[in-house]
């Protein structure tokens, strides 16, 4: 096999091949700062060719003006024989953008040892520079998040118990994010139940790798209580747990929330259902003690007499300790203007003390606070239309100072209080002005029984005492005739005539008004009543008064109705009786009986009347003719109204002078009542 011959290369074209398929720019730049040389990739990266570069000055380039220091250093460590190594920083493309860089550079000295410039190798970095901004971005938005909902993550090592949690976690628990942790530590923050709970759900959750998920209450190194969710889920790996991860996030503003509108629910029911505010208070404090750890609470409203406190209902915990303390309450009075329930009453704001014994009012139940060993006080005012109404007293050894959240809500509760003392009241006065409605209309029925007491001896008087002298009248005018033998002048006959005519008028306004007497106290027996038939049988009476005349008399359809028969009889006899009176003028009397839109009714084309005299009508000695042109006692309608009324309905007339009259009266029950076919 023979050799093939070698081209050989010379070193310059060797360089410039080099400089032309590196990936960086590679610049060689003078003494004086000038560019001498500027390959393509250079012209890639910054946009300028090498025409354009190429003796010019690289700072006024390539460098934006807030890097010239940091360039201007660069070269003097150059100058001191310091090497640049990768060393990131920032330059100006051609348009003005920034390009993110890796500089590395070396000096170039001459024969003598002196510097004489550098080459410098600028490796784009923009996609790392990327890919490391969106992590950071990436890393923000979850820290922003964590912040936002409070949640955050955490570890625990099942083996050593050793622990990790992020920035958030740390801070719910008001500790430093560096702080060491460990599962020990981390139980210790809960307390009570929680504890007990936690401790449970961690050794199952490492022994038999069962995951949790829990609502829980914890203390923070600052002493605040707050309420958290922790979910737990175990890593198993070749049988066996070899960590604990999960979430830990602050639900204490969500737990709070709930827990207030479960309490308000609570008292809302409560007072629905309760007549009084003592039967209610029980189970308002204890809905309200719920909310926190307060041991017990009391109810309290303002005596209007003296303007003090007075309990009208509490609870406390089964504790022999809050017994002295609790009875002292509930047996006390308390002032307005003094200690804590006097600041909320004067604020009408929910108050509290941590220091109950110091604030504590009447100063004797300092003794007895720090006996039954309660350190904090809330109280909650209920604040009616008309200002404080009174209080809401709760007593709490462990105790946490509520936000205005929660401040709002207690007020929400304190108006539902108000709000039932305010239907409370207003049922009292109710019932008081009932009270003193029956007085009244006791008072007013005996006024009554008397009043119809005196009718009845005045009925008697005229039953007996004016009818006597009225046949005296009439039996001596007759005696007289008599006795002269029959004879009597024109004159004397007309005096005798008008003597018997007044007596007679007046026995009849006598029998109409003992008529009408008896009317408002006689019972009224309802029944079924056949109209027609009463019409026909009322008729019939008047057949007298009918005789000798041309009457066209129409009845239409009368449906039954509920009523007294012989009473509704006596309508009808009136109302006929006076369409045949009013009718005697007329050639031909016209009067029709019938029933419409609901109302009997008797309509005439006899004298009529005007209208705008209607109400009078119905009135005792009401009338709108005189005696002389039409008889009458002028009682006849008042006894048909008064009927009426009795029976709870209603009736009404119109008319036209000379053009007749229209009756109509209603009952209850008139054309619903089914008609009996037999």
Not at 59 to 67: D, F, T
Not at 216 to 237: D, N, Q, S
Not at 573 to 581: E, V
Request: a negative charge; proline letters at 3%.
């Amino acid at each position: 096999m023979s050799e093939q011959p070698r081209e050989e290369v010379g070193d310059g074209e060797l360089l410039r091949a080099v400089l032309s398929a590196t990936n960086d720019a590679v610049v060689h730049i003078q003494r004086d700062g000038t560019i001498s040389s500027w390959n393509r990739t250079a012209e890639r990266m910054f946009g300028y060719t090498a025409a354009d570069a190429v003796g010019a000055s690289l700072s006024s380039l390539i460098v934006p003006s807030a890097r010239q220091q940091e360039a201007d250093e660069l070269w003097r460590r150059l100058e001191r024989d310091q090497r640049v190594e990768r060393f990131d920083t920032v330059r100006r493309h051609k348009d003005g953008s920034s390009v993110y860089v890796s500089v590395t550079m070396s000096a170039l000295r001459d024969a003598s040892g002196g510097f004489c410039g550098a080459v410098k190798l600028l490796h784009d970095r923009g996609e790392r520079v990327h890919s490391d901004e969106s992590i950071e971005f990436q890393r923000e938005i979850v820290r922003s998040m964590g912040e936002i909902a409070k949640v955050g993550g955490w570890s625990i090592d099942a083996s050593t118990g050793e622990g990790y949690w992020t920035d958030e976690v740390a801070r719910i628990h008001d500790l430093d994010p560096n702080d060491p942790i460990s599962k020990q530590k981390g139980i210790e923050f809960y307390y009570g139940e929680s504890r007990a709970k936690i401790t449970e759900a961690v050794e199952r959750a490492i022994r038999d790798a069962e995951p949790y998920d829990l609502e829980l209450e914890l203390k923070t190194a600052k002493g605040h209580r707050k309420w958290v969710r922790t979910i737990g889920h175990p890593v198993v790996r070749e049988g066996r747990v070899v960590t604990v991860r999960g979430s830990f996030q602050d639900i204490t503003e969500h737990k709070q929330s709930t827990l207030m509108l479960a309490a308000q629910y609570k008292v809302g029911r409560t007072l629905l259902s309760a007549d009084t505010l003592a039967e209610a208070a029980p189970a308002i404090v204890q809905a309200l003690c719920s909310l926190d750890r307060f041991v017990c609470g009391f109810v309290l409203e303002i005596e209007r007499t003296t303007q003090l406190l007075r309990c009208v209902g509490a609870w406390h915990e089964m504790d022999g300790r809050l017994l002295p303390l609790a009875t002292t309450i509930q047996e006390g009075a308390f002032p307005t203007d003094a200690g804590i329930n006097g600041r909320a009453c004067q604020r009408k704001q929910v108050v509290w003390s941590t220091d109950i014994a110091r604030d504590a009012a009447p100063a004797q139940l300092a003794a007895l606070v720090q006996a039954a060993g309660v350190t904090a006080v809330l109280i909650v005012p209920i604040l009616g239309p008309d200002g404080v109404a009174g209080t809401i007293a709760l007593l709490a050894n462990d105790f946490e100072p509520p936000d205005a959240s929660r401040c709002a809500g207690l007020m929400a509760i304190g108006n539902q209080v108000a709000q039932f003392m305010e239907r409370r009241n207003a049922r009292a006065e109710l019932v008081r002005l009932n009270a003193e409605l029956e007085a009244r209309v006791l008072a007013r029925t005996e006024e009554l029984a008397l009043a119809n007491r005196e009718l009845e001896s005045f009925s008697y008087s005229v039953s007996h005492d004016l009818r006597s002298p009225l046949r005296a009248i009439n039996g001596f005018a007759h005696a007289l005739v008599m006795e002269i033998g029959g004879e009597l002048s024109p004159d004397a006959q007309q005096y005798f005539d008008a003597i018997c005519s007044n007596t007679r008028r007046m026995a009849r306004l006598i029998d109409d008004l003992l008529l009408f007497s008896k009317l408002g106290r006689a019972p009224v027996q309802l029944a079924t009543l056949d109209m027609a038939t009463s019409v026909a049988s009322t008729l019939d009476d008047l057949a007298s008064e009918r005789a000798g005349r041309v009457i066209e008399l129409s009845i239409g359809e009368l449906p039954p109705c509920k009523g007294d028969a012989s009473l509704i009889k006596q309508v009808w006899t009136n109302l006929l009786s006076n369409a045949l009176k009013y009718t005697g003028k007329c050639d031909v009397a016209r009067i029709s009986v019938g029933f419409e839109q609901g109302a009997y009714f008797v309509r005439d084309n006899g004298a009529g009347f005007d209208s705008k005299y209607a109400n009078k009508l119905f009135g005792v000695f009401q009338r709108l003719h005189s005696a002389e042109e039409f008889e009458g006692t002028g009682v006849g309608l008042a006894i048909v109204q008064r009927i009426v009324q009795r029976h709870g309905g209603e009736i009404w007339g119109a008319g036209e002078v000379g053009r007749g009259a229209t009756f109509h009266f209603r009952l209850p029950g008139a054309g619903v009542i089914p008609v009996m076919v037999p």
